[in-house]
Structures are given as C-alpha cells and as structure tokens.
C-alpha cells in the first residue's frame, strides 16, 4: 500500500509567480486536504476536496485554488506569490470523517 | 482567535519516565480529537484519536484524556523513548461546512533523554 506523496519536495519561486503543487492520495482514500503550515506554527487547513468537489475551504484567499482528478489525486496551485507564501505545503488524504494521513511535504520558498 | 492551543513549547523528560502533552480547545463545536507526531523533514503521522463520546482512549504507550467539561485534552507516553522526541501536534476537527478540516495547536517539541 502506498502511502501519500507529494510533488516537488522544493521550489523556489519569486514573488509574482505561480505555483502547482501535487498530490497523490494514499490507496483507497476518496478526500484530500491541503494545509500550509508556516515555520514555528501548527498545520493550517486551505481546502478539501472530496470526490473531485471542493468540501470546504479554510481562511486562504481566492487566489490559492485547487483540483482533485478522478484518480483522487490533487493539486494546489498559488497565484501572485507573496513573500508571506513561503512555507511547508502539507498535503493529507482519508476516507473515514477524521482521520487523515499527511505527505511529507513540499517546501515553497518566495523570494 | 486561536481555537486549539499548547501553551507549552517544549517539553523534556528522561527515558522511562512519563510524558504529558496538553491542548486546549475553546470551540464546543469540536467532537473529534487528534495527536500527530512530527520529524523533521516529514509529514505529521497520527498516532491516536479520541471522540468527544469517550473521555479516555488507549493505544500501546499512548493514552489521549479527554476533559469536555474543561476542554482539555493530554497525551500520555508510558514509558517515554529517545524515539519518541518529535514536535507532537492536537488536532481537533468537527461537522461544519468546511468538510472535516482539522484545526491544529501549534505543537509541543518533545525531547527523551537517554
């Protein structure tokens, strides 16, 4: 069984750019959920998507969006990047109601 | 406005001897309680759950204590290992409009000394 993956491990952007981030979900799970988690600070919830819909959304602006494909597979893309955007992009997947299961991460850095 | 918190940074304790992590929650709202451990470089990895049906939950060296009345939760590790020294994260989640999201405390770094 494989477990959640998440692609690229880092990236170094500008401010300005954009960015897609991916997300494979573990076997099995139908819902994804992104977290940004800022250095020092716990996990803070962006959105979920369940069955290819967005199920909810955190406090982030429109400009964070994101898919997920009938595969349950997922991507976060940021547009205009600001520098407050650097952090560590956590990607979870589930099937039960709570219980979520983390990738390891990719690391955004805006310069 | 924080809604989980762990008011302490860091904790740490000798091998063998008992570690207690707290959280505390102000939103009623929240039925589902989490712990997740993290390493540096990784994901979190959950460890144990609590529903907010139960006050008390047991898995191994791990226990969760749930205190509705006081919202608060604890961990217990019985006995602490130097592999258990990681940033440990509450969670809490509840039925609203925004899916299940889960709130985090922003974390405990915990140190088991040899």
């Known amino acids: 069984e494989t477990g959640v993956t998440q692609s690229p491990t880092h990236l170094i952007k500008t401010r300005g750019q954009q960015v897609t981030l991916r997300c494979s979900s573990q076997?099995?799970?139908?819902?994804v959920s992104w977290y940004q988690q800022a250095l020092g600070q716990g996990p803070q919830f962006i959105f979920q998507?369940?069955?290819?819909?967005?199920?909810g959304r955190g406090n982030f602006p429109p400009r964070f969006s994101g898919l997920q494909f009938p595969n349950y597979s997922s991507e976060l893309n940021v547009n205009a990047l600001e520098l407050d955007d650097s952090a560590l992009y956590l990607c979870?997947?589930?099937?039960?109601?709570?219980?979520?299961?983390f990738g390891p991460g990719t690391r955004l850095t805006v310069l | 406005d924080q809604q989980v918190k762990q008011n302490s940074p860091s904790l740490s304790v000798q091998e063998g001897r008992i570690s207690i992590l707290n959280c505390d929650y102000t939103?009623?709202?929240?039925?589902?309680f989490l712990w997740y451990k993290k390493y540096p470089a990784e994901g979190p990895t959950f460890l144990i759950s609590?529903?907010?049906?139960?006050d008390k939950n047991e898995d191994g060296r791990f226990t969760v204590f749930l205190n509705k009345s006081a919202k608060h939760l604890s961990l217990h590790i019985v006995p602490s290992q130097p592999g258990d020294s990681a940033v440990y994260f509450c969670?809490?989640?509840?039925?609203?409009?925004?899916?299940?999201?889960?709130?985090f405390g922003g974390g405990t770094r915990l140190m088991v000394k040899p």
């Open positions: 076997s099995g799970h139908n819902t």
């Open positions: 998507y369940y069955r290819e819909e967005e199920n």
């Open positions: 969670a809490a989640s509840a039925k609203s409009n925004a899916g299940n999201m889960l709130t």
């Open positions: 979870a997947s589930s099937f039960s109601l709570h219980e979520q299961f």
């Open positions: 609590i529903s907010s049906i139960k």
């Open positions: 939103n009623s709202m929240f039925d589902y």
